[in-house]
C-alpha cells in the first residue's frame, strides 16, 4: 500500500501529463566525498521515462514549506521496481538535505518523467560535459549507445575520489577526462575549458550535452561552436546555478 500523494503534485502531474507517485526510499548510500545515491521504489518504469530523463522530489525547504528538486535518473531496475539517482552532497540546500537524511521506508512524492534532452541516436560520437550532478544521467544515456558507437566524457569533480567509474559494453569506444576543481568556484569554468581544449574532437557528425552549472555551461556552449560544433549538435541543460537557489519548480533562474 502506498502512502497517500499530495494533491498538489497529481495537480502538476497531471498539467505536464506526466506520473504522479508516492515513492519509497529502498536505499540510500554515499558513493564518494561529493555523491549520495538514493534508490527510490514505485512505479519506476512509468516515472523513470528514458535515458536524459529526470524526476522532481518534493523536499522540505524549512519546518514549514515544501519545494521541487529535479535529478536525473541514473537507472532503472524493472524487476525491483526501482529507480536510482545520484545526487551532488558538497553545498547545502534542500534537496542535499534530503539526500544526507533518507532512510529506508521514508516515503516522498515524485512526479516525472521530466526533460527534453533524450540521446540523439543518429550522432556517431556522444560528448558529455559537466560535474559530479550531471555524472549519473551522462552514464544511464551512455549505456543506451548503440553499438558501434563513442562516449567521451569531461567532468570535473569536486574531490578525486568522486571519479566514479561504470562498466559499458566493449563495443562502446569510451573516453573519460576526470579535471580536478582544485578549489576552484563551481561557476568557474577554467577546468571544464581545459579538459575540453586537450581533447581532439572527432571528424565525423556527434552530439555534446552540456549538463551543469549555468555560467560554465554557457561559456562551453560558445568554445564548441568556435572549434566548429553547429548548434543542434548541442543540448545545453542548465542543472544549477551557482549563489542562487533553484526555484520551487526545480529549475535554476535564467536571468541574465
Ligand atoms: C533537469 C535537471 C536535472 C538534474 N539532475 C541532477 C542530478 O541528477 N543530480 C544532482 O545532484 N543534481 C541534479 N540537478 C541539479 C539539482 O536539481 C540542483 O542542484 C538543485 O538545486 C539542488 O538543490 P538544493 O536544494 O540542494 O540546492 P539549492 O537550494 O538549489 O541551492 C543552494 C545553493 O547551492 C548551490 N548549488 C546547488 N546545486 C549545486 C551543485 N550541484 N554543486 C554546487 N553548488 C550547488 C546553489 O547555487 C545555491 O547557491 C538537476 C537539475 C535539473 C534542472
Known amino acids: ?9 497529481i495537480d502538476l502531474a497531471t498539467r ?17 566525498p561529493s555523491l549520495m545515491e538514493v534508490v527510490l521504489r514505485g512505479d519506476a518504469t512509468s516515472l523513470a521515462g528514458v535515458p536524459g530523463n529526470d524526476v522532481m522530489v518534493l523536499v ?48 516522498v512524492d515524485v512526479v516525472g518523467p521530466r526533460g527534453k534532452i533524450p540521446l540523439d541516436e543518429s ?43 561504470a562498466t559499458f559494453d566493449e563495443s562502446l ?9 582544485n578549489a576552484r568556484a563551481h561557476d568557474d569554468s577554467t577546468g571544464l575549458m581545459g579538459g575540453l581544449a586537450a581533447f581532439t574532437l572527432p571528424p565525423d557528425e556527434g552530439h555534446t550535452y552540456l549538463f551543469g552549472e549555468f ?12 572549434r566548429g560544433i553547429r548548434s543542434e549538435q548541442i543540448s545545453l541543460k542548465a542543472f544549477y546555478r551557482i549563489g542562487q537557489a533553484n526555484g520551487a519548480n526545480g529549475e535554476p533562474s535564467k536571468d541574465i
Not at 500500500?1 to 503534485?9: C, I, L, Y
Not at 505536464?16 to 564518494?32: D, I, M
Not at 569506444?173 to 576543481?181: K, L, P, Q, S
Not at 555560467?215 to 568556435?226: G, I, N, P, W
Open 1 to 9: 500500500m502506498s502512502a497517500p500523494q499530495h494533491q498538489s503534485s
Open 16 to 32: 505536464l501529463k506526466v506520473n504522479a507517485r508516492s515513492c519509497t526510499v529502498a536505499a540510500r548510500r554515499q558513493l564518494s
Open 60 to 107: 522540505n525547504a524549512n519546518d514549514e514549506s515544501s519545494t521541487r528538486r529535479r535529478y536525473s535518473v541514473r537507472a532503472v531496475d524493472d524487476s525491483a521496481d526501482t529507480f536510482t539517482l545520484w545526487i551532488a552532497i558538497a553545498h547545502d540546500g534542500p534537496g542535499a538535505r534530503w539526500a544526507k537524511s533518507a532512510s529506508e521506508g521514508d516515503t
Open 123 to 165: 550522432a556517431d560520437w556522444h560528448l558529455f560535459i559537466g560535474d559530479v550532478a550531471s555524472l549519473g544521467t551522462f552514464y544511464r544515456m551512455a549505456h543506451a549507445i548503440d553499438a558501434p558507437g563513442r562516449a567521451i566524457f569531461i567532468v570535473e569533480l569536486d574531490d578525486p575520489s568522486d571519479a566514479l567509474t
Open 173 to 181: 569506444g569510451v573516453t573519460a577526462i576526470f579535471v580536478d576543481r
Open 215 to 226: 555560467h560554465v555551461m554557457r561559456e562551453l556552449k560558445v568554445a564548441l561552436m568556435d
